[in-house]
């Protein structure tokens, strides 16, 4: 397993390209199962994530290669599985998109319950809904879906569930429908541009889908799909937390291959907190344009809510917490469509960040600076937070279970490294501990000198009496480790 410590204090600068999209590049690997012929998906990003959809599809007889110019091309070759095994479905939650196309195409599947982030609850009821409705009979039996349909038949389905709509869910339904016999409608359809591409790459391969990114979608069922060449979107996710990377640490950074068309909620925020952002080329078509991140006043903390499309993504919300973390004053962030979404915060702690829980909501009290510590990643965004906090610490901080961060950021370390970030990659073992969070007896806490030094330092507050970077305790057990 690696850890990286990142050594914190460097104002990045410099450009950067974003990569493209992983939660549209894995729907859209699933969604060439539908197709006839070959399909070939330019900008793929090379993620551990894609590397298991490639398995995944391949155990269920496709030909998946990456072309050396990057694409990957993708191809059925054998249809008599059905079967996506739980060893592979549990690594990640796109995995489930494959539901829809097996049963378009080959009438069965079945699906293993997918994995994913820890990030909350994250059942599949609403995919089933939508397939039941086309004409699919579906039991879920030791842990599997299990799934038949002799014919798939448009039907009018409303897909809205009590956190918004569904995204994975409404490509699994989109997918099948576009095979499926007559008309479908969706009502209360996911808008994030990752539907509207697997929307466009369907409809390029010639489907009949209209409505796409409005919560309203017509699909006219057609016979065959055949396989296109279609470019993935670039990734806003990475591009947000490329852009909060650039604030957080006060740099002046420029982005390019980035949509700024599908970061707007995200531009109009970091505005809001007092970051320069430019969008340059803004004559341009979006795709072409780039977008500048500079920092020159004093930075403002404020209060947001993750939403669907087009507001603030959930997946950008940890990162957001690491900026409004260090930013002084009062910032509430809330999470609508994950509540439970905050494993974050008890880690961010551990830096001196003073965070507290209300339901789907965290306060935090921003401090002036936060400082290294050992922490533990727990999920993909949760990741790159800590990642971001420890750019902007003073001093170390070491990261560990990097392994989720691998899963959905194509080369992150280079990237910041390329901006002048001090970002180390290591094998997490106890030798390559830096050694200002060296392990006194092979376990995670500092030594008995240095909690001395901390007892009686400098960083007092003679007015209060209070230590300046106060922190609510951890709930994490650093023990529980794989
Ligand atoms: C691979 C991928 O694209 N992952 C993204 C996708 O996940 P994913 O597609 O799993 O997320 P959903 O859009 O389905 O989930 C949104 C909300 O709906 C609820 N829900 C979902 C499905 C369902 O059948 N029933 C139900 O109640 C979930 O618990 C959650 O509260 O969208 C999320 C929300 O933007 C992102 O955080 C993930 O990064
Ligand atoms: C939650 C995420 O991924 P997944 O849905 O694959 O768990 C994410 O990309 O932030």
Redesign the pocket.
């Known amino acids: 397993m690696d850890m990286f410590i990142v050594r914190g204090g460097e104002r990045l600068s410099g450009s950067v390209s974003v990569s493209g999209a992983k939660?549209s590049a894995?729907?859209l690997m699933a969604a060439a199962m539908a197709c006839e012929g070959e399909t070939t998906l330019c900008s793929i990003p090379d993620l551990v994530d894609v590397k298991t959809q490639s398995q995944v599809l391949g155990s269920l007889g496709m030909d998946v290669n990456r072309d050396p110019d990057g694409a990957l091309s993708l191809k059925t070759v054998d249809e008599t599985s059905c079967i996506a095994d739980y060893e592979l479905v549990r690594r990640?939650?796109?995995s489930v998109c494959v539901l829809g196309p097996l049963l378009a195409k080959r009438r069965m599947a079945c699906v293993s319950l997918p994995g994913?982030c820890n990030?909350?609850?994250?059942?599949?009821?609403?995919?089933l809904k939508g397939l039941s409705a086309l004409g699919a009979q579906i039991r879920v039996d030791r842990g599997y879906v299990i799934a038949r349909a002799d014919r798939l038949r448009g039907a009018n389905i409303f897909l809205g569930?009590?956190?918004?709509?569904?995204?994975?869910?409404t490509c699994n339904v989109m997918i099948a429908a576009a095979l499926a016999e007559g008309t479908t409608t969706i009502e209360s359809a996911?808008c994030?541009p990752?539907v509207v591409d697997v929307g466009n790459f369907l409809n390029a391969a010639g489907a009949k889908i209209k409505g796409l990114g409005t919560p309203f979608l017509t699909i006219e069922g057609v016979e065959q799909l055949n396989g296109v060449k279609h470019e993935v979107i670039p990734d806003r996710i990475e591009a947000a937390t490329l852009m909060i990377a650039a604030a957080i640490t006060g740099g002046d950074v420029c982005l390019n291959k980035v949509r700024p068309d599908h970061i707007t909620a995200v531009i109009e925020k970091l505005r809001e907190i007092g970051v320069t952002v430019q969008l340059e080329f803004p004559d341009q078509p979006a795709k072409k344009q780039s977008v500048t991140v500079q920092v020159t006043q004093p930075l403002r903390s404020i209060d947001c809510i993750a939403l669907?499309y087009p507001g603030i993504?959930?997946?950008v919300q940890a990162q957001l917490m690491s900026l409004l973390a260090c930013i002084p004053g009062i910032s509430i962030v809330t999470d609508k469509?994950?509540p439970d979404r905050f494993m974050h915060a008890s880690e961010l702690a551990r830096m001196g960040a003073n965070i507290r829980r209300e339901s789907a909501s965290a306060i935090l009290n921003g401090v002036s600076r936060l400082s290294g510590a050992c922490v533990m990643a727990s999920d993909l965004r949760a990741s790159a937070a800590l990642v971001l906090a420890g750019l902007a610490a003073e001093g170390e901080t070491v990261i560990r279970r990097i392994y989720h961060l691998d899963r959905g950021y194509e080369r992150l370390e280079e990237k910041l490294i390329s901006l002048g970030a001090h970002v180390e990659r290591v094998r997490d073992e106890p030798q390559n501990m830096p050694d200002s969070l060296k392990l006194t007896d092979g376990e995670s806490r500092p030594s008995h000198s240095e909690l001395l030094a901390a007892l009686t330092g400098p960083h007092w507050n003679q007015n209060t009496g209070q230590h300046n970077s106060e922190s609510m305790t951890s709930s994490q057990d650093h023990a529980d480790e794989d």
Do not use: K, Q, Y
């Open positions: 939660n894995l729907p990640m939650r796109a994913g990030i909350g609850d994250r059942p599949i009821d609403l995919h569930g009590a956190f918004g709509s569904t995204v994975t869910g996911a994030e990752e669907p993504p959930t997946d469509v994950f």
